[in-house]
Structure formats: structure tokens, C-alpha cells
């Protein structure tokens, strides 16, 4: 069965690249989140989108993080101008649902992440 | 705004022993509730979830969390502890029928099942 795909799972970058960190949710899932986790903490929300609408970027932690999902599935956050307190997890995950649903179909079911040190 | 408390970094328990692992909340309205697990250079893991209805919810691998609404607390649970349940254990909050799109975790809760 196909869960949620992150690639690359390694990302290794110099201060200053721009990375591109894909993730491919489950088929058929409406919403998309993202998370950054720094090492030793819980994963802290980034955006939302539901379909190809961004929904909710409050937690974008500075205008060098761009993220977009132009079809309504696979989607792309972009870091642009790496700076070393960007080195962190970044997690997908998916739900069947929109937010504003209830139940199980809000579940969200995350992918392995994708580790991005910056050197 | 919302929050999650896990005050426990580690918790050890000994093989067979029951085991359990806190979590308190803060939200303006209801919360959903959820528990998830995290295994090394692995994603994170749903466990279990609290939406309405019965306060003693059940889930995975024999886990079950109980909300306690005046206590503001939804603590996991295990009757019996494997050491195959070691692992990084997150409680997440998201306040129901609005607010904010993302789940708020906790820091997490190291877990060590002593054989």
C-alpha cells in the first residue's frame, strides 16, 4: 500500500543553495501539511493546503520558504538561501479530508521526512 | 492558541509493567486529540485519536489514551509493555470546528522498555 513519500531523505547543502523537498501524499487525499522538526522537539507546523489551494501558510517561518502544489497532489517546498537554522526534519503528511471535517477522515498519516542539514 | 504539555522526557518501565505517558492541552473551544509514535529515521506514526464520544479511546498495538476534559489531559496508556514498544511517543492537539489548519505536538516523551 502507498503511503506518504518524501524525497530526498537526505539533503545535505551549503549556506546560501536553494533545495527543493518533494512529497508525494496518499492518492486521493484532499489536504496536505508540512512540518519542520529540529532536532529534540515536536514537529511544528508550516502550511496547509487543501486540492492546489494554500490554505494557510502562517507558519512559514520566513519568505525564503515557498511551497506549492499546482495540481492538487505532489508537492514541493522550496527553501531558498539555506541558512544553518534551517537544518531540521521537514514532514509531510496527508489527510483523506479537509480540515474543517471531523472524524477519521482527518486523520493525518506523515511520511519518513526528509533530514536537511546545512553546512 | 494551542498547546500541548508531555512534562516527562523518559519514561521507564520494566517489561510486562503497565505503562503510561502524559500529556495535558490547552485550546480555546474542543479539542481533537491524537497520539502518535516515532521510530528512528522513520515518520511519524498514528496511534490513536479523541474526537467525541466515549472518553476511553482505543488504538493500536493494545495502546488506549483516556480524555479527561477537566483535567484537560489525554494520557496514553498500556496494560502491558513490550519492549517492542520503545520508541518517541508525540501527543498533537488541533482545537475542533476551526482555528488552526496544523496539529500542535508536544516535545515528546522518550519511551524505554526495560526487558
Known amino acids: 500500500g502507498a503511503g506518504v513519500s518524501q524525497s530526498p531523505r537526505y539533503k545535505v547543502a551549503k549556506r546560501g543553495q536553494d533545495v527543493a523537498l518533494r512529497c508525494d501524499p496518499i492518492s486521493g487525499h484532499v489536504s496536505l501539511f508540512w512540518y519542520q522538526q529540529a532536532l529534540g522537539q515536536g514537529p511544528e507546523f508550516l502550511t496547509y493546503?487543501?486540492?492546489?489551494?494554500?490554505?494557510?501558510k502562517s507558519g512559514l517561518p520566513s519568505d525564503r520558504f515557498f511551497a506549492e502544489r499546482p495540481e492538487g497532489s505532489v508537492s514541493t517546498l522550496k527553501i531558498q538561501r539555506t541558512q544553518q537554522e534551517d537544518s531540521a526534519v521537514y514532514l509531510c503528511?496527508?489527510?483523506?479530508?479537509?480540515?474543517?471535517?471531523?472524524?477519521?477522515?482527518?486523520?493525518?498519516?506523515f511520511g519518513a521526512g526528509t533530514r536537511l542539514s546545512v553546512l | 492558541a494551542q498547546s500541548v504539555a508531555q512534562p516527562e522526557d523518559q519514561v521507564n518501565v520494566a517489561e510486562g509493567n503497565p505503562l503510561t505517558v502524559k500529556c495535558t492541552y490547552s485550546v480555546s473551544g474542543n479539542p481533537y486529540l491524537f497520539w502518535y509514535v516515532q521510530y528512528p529515521n522513520r515518520g511519524l506514526q498514528f496511534l490513536l485519536k479523541y474526537i467525541t464520544g466515549d472518553n476511553l479511546v482505543k488504538g493500536s498495538y493494545g495502546f488506549e489514551a483516556e480524555f479527561n476534559k477537566s483535567q484537560t489531559s489525554f494520557h496514553l496508556k498500556k496494560p502491558s509493555a513490550l519492549v517492542s514498544d520503545s520508541a518517541l511517543y508525540f501527543c498533537?492537539?488541533?482545537?475542533?470546528?476551526?482555528?488552526?489548519?496544523?496539529?500542535?505536538f508536544g516535545k515528546g516523551t522518550h519511551l524505554i522498555i526495560q526487558p
Open positions: 498533537a492537539v488541533r482545537e475542533a470546528g476551526g482555528g488552526a489548519d496544523g496539529l500542535t
Open positions: 503528511a496527508s489527510s483523506l479530508a479537509h480540515t474543517t471535517t471531523s472524524g477519521a477522515k482527518n486523520i493525518q498519516y
Open positions: 493546503f487543501q486540492n492546489e489551494a494554500q490554505l494557510d
